[in-house]
């Protein structure tokens, strides 16, 4: 938009003709470029259509252009609609790294960033915090799950009255995975140590030493650690702090709308970068416009807006467009919420009717996440056909799956293993990121200013 920022500058209504020039931009950006746009603004069938036909174009067109002489009256420059570009996206994700196009440094952590910054970046995520661990189908009576989060290896186990119980992965004794071990060998609900036979209970506490006989003083001395658990809305919700936590329900915003409805739609996603890429994209309103311009559930999203960050009462990050340049069509989204540790809440109807959920962003260590789509649904049928619309999404371009497995996924993993916040240059689009990161290094540098008090107490106990 050439003179937009001038007539701000030396134009007493500015602003006016500011989001008069948005609104004009976002219904054309300019009368060839987005000639075919307003058929994808109104709805899936629609966007799906013009989808399939800009494909078959972009096939034909590839077509021509290799049919010898002609080709070349079909090989020019041409304008061309934003679009997501799917496919191509997916192709580049599913590439091994060092593949045409996909740098193999790409999968290198950045050792000398993470050094410089480690006293004041979580690269493993903050500790005070309760996360999703486990859906409570993954965890079964008389079976152990090996657990990686925040860089620390956890087992899972269940007691003897169902209850879930982490450990530390590792014997106290000799230092072996307790994850190789077995439970319900000295009583239901206790997990024993392959090696020696140590077993502990599930609050960590040694209650046999099989090898040292009946007797053993190991017992009630040595102890593994343990930390919190809580399986609520079918999850296991484990906190791997040193303080006393609240309850799930009580810790977490907007955790009785989502986590206590008739039914529960979840999802994990294994990614190979930083749970810091994911936070950037999350709390980035602007991007939704562009990357996923073609998607079907944001088709209608206007191009650009002004956007602004806000604190919320509850200690969130409110995201949000504060002018009034019309959307393009009525799949769009206004605002997004960020939460500590890490993960964005959508509230009714953002994206679909009565669904309200959260896109959590887990540390698994320093680069790799596993994302959660948390979605609390009105009715267990609507759960079901999401389950089965994610499936199909596979199928179809412009579908929610094919939106975050290939274009968001994209994204960040283009970044790198860890986003490299050193290199870059914020621009006002930028204001909901900024603000977010500057909280997650506020709440690190508190949690390591408590931990060294906490320990130099202990010292002066002793």
């Known amino acids: 938009m050439p003179g937009g920022d001038e007539a701000l500058a030396n134009t007493a209504n500015g602003?006016?003709?500011?989001?008069?020039?948005?609104?004009?931009?976002?219904?054309?950006?300019?009368?060839?470029?987005?000639?075919?746009?307003?058929?994808?603004?109104?709805?899936?069938?629609?966007?799906?259509?013009?989808?399939?036909?800009?494909?078959?174009?972009?096939?034909?067109?590839?077509?021509?252009?290799?049919?010898?002489?002609?080709?070349?009256?079909?090989?020019?420059?041409?304008?061309?609609?934003?679009?997501?570009?799917?496919?191509?996206?997916?192709?580049?994700?599913?590439?091994?790294?060092?593949?045409?196009?996909?740098?193999?440094?790409l999968a290198d952590i950045p050792w000398n960033y993470v050094r410089k910054y480690e006293d004041s970046i979580p690269f493993t995520g903050l500790r005070e915090y309760w996360y999703p661990a486990l859906k409570s189908g993954q965890l079964r009576h008389n079976e152990v799950k090996p657990v990686t989060m925040l860089g620390d290896h956890l087992v899972f186990f269940r007691s003897a009255d169902g209850r879930p119980r982490a450990l530390v992965d590792r014997c106290p004794h000799r230092g072996v995975l307790l994850s190789l071990g077995q439970v319900g060998v000295w009583q239901p609900g206790t997990l024993t140590c392959r090696y020696h036979g140590m077993t502990f209970d599930g609050a960590g506490e040694c209650v046999a030493f099989l090898a040292d006989g009946p007797d053993s003083p190991a017992c009630g001395k040595i102890r593994a650690r343990s930390y919190p658990t809580e399986e609520v809305a079918g999850i296991v919700w484990v906190y791997m702090g040193d303080k006393e936590p609240a309850p799930v329900l009580d810790s977490i915003p907007h955790a009785r709308e989502v986590l206590t409805g008739p039914a529960l739609r979840i999802l994990q996603i294994e990614w190979p970068f930083s749970h810091l890429n994911t936070l950037d994209n999350d709390i980035d309103l602007a991007h939704p416009s562009c990357l996923h311009r073609t998607c079907i559930p944001l088709s209608g999203q206007k191009l650009w807006g002004r956007v602004s960050a806000a604190e919320q009462p509850c200690g969130g990050i409110r995201a949000s467009y504060v002018d009034d340049v019309p959307h393009a069509g009525k799949r769009h989204i206004d605002e997004i919420e960020w939460h500590l540790p890490n993960f964005a809440y959508f509230a009714p109807d953002t994206f679909l009717p009565n669904v309200a959920g959260y896109f959590w962003a887990v540390p698994k260590d320093i680069g790799n996440s596993v994302a959660w789509a948390i979605n609390g649904v009105n009715s267990v049928s609507l759960r079901y056909a999401l389950a089965f619309a994610w499936f199909m999404g596979r199928f179809i371009p412009g579908s929610p799956r094919q939106c975050v497995d290939a274009s968001d996924a994209g994204m960040m993993a283009s970044q790198g293993r860890i986003a490299d916040w050193s290199r870059d240059r914020l621009t006002r689009t930028d204001a909901p990121v900024a603000k977010a990161r500057l909280k997650l290094r506020e709440a690190f540098a508190l949690e390591q200013s408590e931990r060294k008090n906490r320990m130099a107490g202990r010292s002066a106990d002793d």
């Open 15 to 105: 602003k006016h003709q500011d989001m008069q020039m948005a609104a004009e931009y976002d219904t054309s950006v300019s009368a060839n470029r987005e000639s075919r746009m307003p058929q994808v603004a109104d709805g899936s069938f629609a966007s799906l259509l013009w989808l399939c036909r800009e494909r078959l174009r972009e096939l034909s067109l590839r077509v021509l252009r290799c049919v010898p002489v002609v080709g070349q009256a079909f090989d020019r420059p041409r304008l061309q609609p934003l679009v997501s570009s799917h496919r191509q996206m997916l192709r580049w994700v599913r590439a091994p790294y060092g593949s045409p196009g996909k740098p193999a440094s």
